[in-house]
């Protein structure tokens, strides 16, 4: 953090995106019951993702805090796993 804007100052604008909540009780039994956890783990190696977890997208850009000139940027999207 910076009092003044300098060389060399980068300003970060981040957001979480695609925000999905846990369905904590499906979650819970797709975990205890083996049926339905192995289910649960043909449909994650179908999709990349258990069912009924949460999932985040986060977008994060970095810019020149003098020139205000994109410097960098990224999207990464992340689910929970059993």
Do not use: H, Y
């Not at 953090?1 to 970060?12: D, H, N, S």
């Not at 339905?36 to 805090?65: K, P």
């Amino acid at each position: 953090m910076v009092e003044a804007l300098r060389p060399g100052v980068v300003r970060i604008r981040a957001a979480c995106t695609d925000l999905v909540p846990v369905e904590l009780g499906l979650n819970t039994v797709t975990t205890i019951i083996p049926q339905l956890r192995m289910l649960s783990g043909v449909f994650a190696l179908a999709t990349g993702s258990n069912r009924f977890v949460g999932q985040v997208g986060i977008e994060v850009q970095f810019l020149d805090a003098q020139a205000n000139q994109v410097l960098a940027e990224d999207v990464a999207k992340e689910a929970g796993k059993k």
